[in-house]
């Protein structure tokens, strides 16, 4: 059964230094989301992505964050100045259709500013 | 405002018996459920969905009810057992596709 990957499964990252996370979608889904999970807290949604652009971004999504899809396979969730309250569990997610399909989450990636 | 949330925390049931979880959502406009486990260290997975023009829904041991005039659902697992153990998400999807989590119910089965 097809899956959603990420990688790594655990960064770990000085305060203030970039991060890229990365994600491989389901191969012939066409929608993509980055969502987070703060430990213990429930699951936020980030940003989607379609068509090569930002469909809808959260308050979140601020200008340290940018997500790419630099080729037919792979996407990627950018931060570019970490913070100590950017360390949470991050999930990519992938969907066929938009809004009327089920979003499938990968195994997340785990990041920890310090 | 969009918001979904859960009646309990914790659930804990002696493995055999069902389990109901309970989610209350805001947004009368909302059409779409879905209702996610998560495992330890693990991303959301997918349980069992409705849309607004049911009531109800069942797959393999699951069922979705939903209550629309009190913006209510629940999902019940019959004969639960050890392996369900997990925190349960109910999730509505904005018409954008974005998902919205309620908090999340954590359900321990004891053996």
């Known amino acids: 059964e097809p899956e959603v990957t990420q990688t790594p499964s655990h960064q770990v990252t000085q305060m203030g230094q970039e991060v890229i996370l990365r994600c491989v979608p389901i191969?012939?889904?066409?929608?993509f989301y980055w969502y987070r999970q703060i430990l213990g807290q429930k699951v936020e949604f980030l940003v989607s992505?379609?068509?090569?652009?930002?469909?809808?971004k959260s308050e979140i999504f601020d200008d340290q964050f940018s997500v790419e899809r630099p080729d037919g396979s792979n996407f990627t969730l950018k931060i570019r100045s970490t913070k100590l309250e950017d360390s949470a569990m991050y999930f990519c997610?992938?969907?066929?259709?938009?809004?009327?399909?089920?979003?499938?989450f990968g195994p997340g990636t785990r990041l920890t500013v310090l | 405002g969009e918001s979904v949330g859960l009646h309990l925390p914790t659930l804990s049931v002696q493995e055999g018996d069902n389990s109901i979880i309970n989610c209350a959502y805001s947004?009368?406009?909302?059409?779409?459920f879905i209702w996610y486990k998560q495992e330890s260290g693990k991303g959301p997975q997918f349980i069992i969905d409705?849309?607004?023009?049911?009531d109800k829904r069942q797959g393999q041991r699951v069922t979705v009810l939903l209550n629309k005039t009190v913006k209510h659902l629940s999902l019940q697992i019959a004969a639960t057992q050890p392996g369900d153990s997990a925190v349960y998400f109910c999730?509505?999807?904005?018409?954008?596709?974005?998902?919205?989590f309620g908090q999340g119910t954590e359900l321990s089965v004891k053996p």
């Open positions: 409705i849309r607004s023009n049911m």
């Open positions: 992505f379609y068509n090569n652009e930002i469909s809808e």
């Open positions: 947004n009368s406009a909302s059409d779409y």
């Open positions: 999730a509505e999807i904005n018409q954008g596709g974005k998902l919205i």
């Open positions: 191969s012939n889904h066409l929608y």
């Open positions: 997610a992938s969907s066929p259709l938009l809004g009327t399909d089920t979003q499938y």
